[in-house]
């Protein structure tokens, strides 16, 4: 048909897989960013379609990561969500030029161990965060904070006037309960995202409770507001205080996104026909789309490890289910946003725990140490 190549069956479903992953996951990564859950939906879409389409590393899924969680969290507090909306379409504009000037490779050049130390870092500021969340509170200002009054969290929750625990940490840990025994409960459903079953369980027995839940803005109202937003001009005077900013976003951002399009690369290597991605092609596509995620009131977006490998890993052949999956999330959040909004945040808590736990990657730590003591305290560092 005229060069254009239509989506197979495989990539149907592997869209759906990666769908159902990606919901809990945006809207997790959107609360622990200080952005809204919107926005976080809004950065799916985006991911999924725009730079789905545009990219350079077709099987690999785009969207809000939790690697930039702690580095977007902090932008937020420093200058709010319209100047993180300015530093975002920096962020893609840098990326761009990146591509443009074919950069793509010298990501190629940073040291594993250094990576690795800037994700373990991450993953802790997402645990010790949202552990406060997981017991019914916001997310405290900066990481020592989070751990200065986490005693303070703790004791709340086990003070409720009612019942000795308060429900809505039981309902946080009955969560990542699931995600832990799920695949040893029902190994045939293991092609099932543990954080599925668990948000929806969670939240079908939160019911019984009052607890904090997702505030979904309507998504029309919000791209309007950040357009006028940013179409307004008045950020203008501030500039030069959030180009550097959005230069070190770019950097980290395409880091993380150039990690991932290797690692799916070595994935998909054992296909037959299989071309390795175009990192300075990708960039572009992660340029665009972040410009345009900053433009309508989005997040910054990278490539995500979890939802490339399941993307792979679910049969994906084309670029056409990564671009299904934004397609999915689009129309979800248009017919059923009351399903999101009964959602505790706890739940999405207990997702992002893991998740951080994972990005501390504490089993690797250990083998680094053991075959070279530099590269392990590079990492530490």
């Known amino acids: 048909m005229n060069g254009i190549q239509l989506p197979s069956k495989q990539d149907g479903v592997a869209s759906l897989v990666v769908f159902i992953i990606a919901v809990p996951l945006s809207l997790g990564i959107a609360l622990a960013s200080g952005g809204s859950p919107a926005a976080g939906l809004i950065t799916a879409i985006l991911g999924g379609i725009i730079c789905g389409a545009l990219s350079g590393a077709p099987l690999v899924v785009s969207g809000p990561a939790a690697g930039l969680s702690a580095f977007v969290f902090q932008i937020v507090q420093q200058h709010g969500l319209q100047g993180l909306a300015i530093i975002t379409v920096i962020c893609g504009l840098f990326q761009l030029i990146m ?8 990501f190629s050049l940073i040291p594993k161990p250094v990576l690795e130390g800037v994700l373990s870092a991450i993953g802790l500021i997402i645990v010790l965060g949202q552990l406060h969340v ?3 509170h916001g997310v405290p200002k900066s990481p020592s904070v989070a751990l200065l009054t986490l005693g303070d969290s703790l004791r709340s929750a086990f003070s409720s006037s009612e019942f000795p ?13 699931i995600q832990l025994l799920w695949s040893r409960v029902f190994p045939k459903l293991k092609w099932l995202p543990a954080a599925l079953p668990a948000v929806v369980i969670v939240s079908v027995i939160s019911l019984f409770w009052q607890m904090p839940r997702v505030e979904l803005e309507p998504l029309l109202p919000l791209l309007e507001k950040g357009a006028s937003s940013f179409f307004s001009f008045a950020w203008m005077d501030r500039l030069l205080t959030y180009l550097p900013v959005g230069v070190g976003l770019a950097v980290v951002a395409s880091a993380e996104s150039m990690l991932t399009a290797r ?3 070595v994935l998909g290597s054992t296909r037959p026909n299989y071309k390795p991605s175009d990192l300075n092609r990708e960039l572009m ?3 665009t789309a972040n410009a345009l995620s900053g433009a309508v009131g989005g997040l910054p977006m990278t490539g995500v490890m979890v939802r490339a490998a399941a993307n792979i890993n679910a049969g994906a052949q084309t670029r ?5 999956h934004g397609v999915w999330i689009a129309l979800f959040v248009g017919l059923a946003p009351f399903v999101l909004a009964s959602i505790p945040l706890t739940a999405l808590a207990g997702v992002l725990i893991l998740t951080g736990i994972r990005l501390l990657n504490l089993p690797n730590l250990r083998a680094e140490l053991r075959h070279s003591m530099t590269d392990g305290m590079i990492w530490i560092g």
Do not use: E, R, Y
């Open 263 to 265: 690692a799916i690369d």
């Open 165 to 177: 625990v308060a429900p809505v940490l039981l309902c946080g840990l009955f969560g990542i309960a």
């Open 285 to 287: 596509a992660q340029g």
């Open 99 to 106: 591509g443009l000037t074919k950069s793509g490779k010298l």
């Open 320 to 324: 056409w289910s990564t671009i299904l």
């Open 134 to 136: 997981l017991m019914g």
